[in-house]
């Protein structure tokens, strides 16, 4: 199949719409990263993408609508829901519900829950207009390879495997939506994202972090986000986190005699000497660190280095989600530094 590359505009919104329409595959901008579309109404259009990514059926898809109020036609919704929505929809924040029986199995991988996100990015709201149904998508990579923030990251990973790719630029926050879940007693943070638990808690009262955010899952786990128990975000040489002062650690990469690159904070870039750097934003700058995470674990494929560092990031709720990217991405590996 040839994948079109359009930027957005009338041709793109009415080309696409008509291609998810007809249970095609429409690659998005959203302000988290790029999506990866098809019906949400149709079991063929949800395959289709499973196919397309190589995921595993099991990993349920996100389902996008144009307004928080279309959450109506597939999910059972609460006050809860209505509150966060008027406080951070439209926006980075996905939020599991009961499901409507309109929405395949497929769609949720099995399960009765539906993820449901209302994206903050002009061309996202667009798209699911012209459409006129939701929009199912996960993110528009390869499984197991880094969410794409552009256009090329999406070509790169899909082209020949989807119908279109609509091509807004950079995706602003760089990381993946804030996934809670209502469905239990208490909100439930199952991915952290932009929107932290401090945030949450102001809005609904009482928040809980899943614990496969910060561990991250064993095989033969069931965390209550499927997504969680699967490898991620790995690049193809090993990860290694680092535990301990800036001082520390650059003092360790220094010493490593293997080839080496290092995804570094702004302060410390030109202190490597023999290192490939990548720079990820300044040491206290989550903003940064989110908007640049992916793309380094993209372009550090690009380094000759046989082993590749990075700082473990702090276990604050502002890097919350920097911490779990980072710690899926190295697979657990941490070396702990000083005494
Ligand atoms: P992606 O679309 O690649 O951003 O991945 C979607 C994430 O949302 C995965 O981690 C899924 O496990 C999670 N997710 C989607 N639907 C549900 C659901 N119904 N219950 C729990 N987690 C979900
Ligand atoms: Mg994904």
Redesign the pocket.
Known sequence: MKTELVKPGAYAYERAGKILREGGLVAFPTET?Y?LGGNALDPQAARKIYAAKGRPGD????VHIADPSEAEAIAYTNDTYYKLAKAFMPGPL?V?LP?KDIVPDSV??G?K???VRCPGHPVALELIRAAGVPIA???ANLSGSP?PTTAEHVMSDLEGRIDMIIDGGQSEIGV??T?I?LTGDVCTV??PGEIIPRELYSIVGDVVVAQAVKVPSAAGDKP?????KYKHYAPSKPLVLLSGSREEAVAYVNNETKKTAVLAYSEDADKFENAYVIDIGAADDAHSQMHNLFKALRDVEAADAEIIYANLPPETDDFLAVYNRMIRACGGIVVRLGT
């Open positions: 990263v999506g990993n349920p898809l996100i996905t599991v499901k949720t991988g399960i829950t539906v993820a998508a996960p993110s969410s993946e939506s996934v879940s199952l991915r209550e986000s499927p997504g969680m």
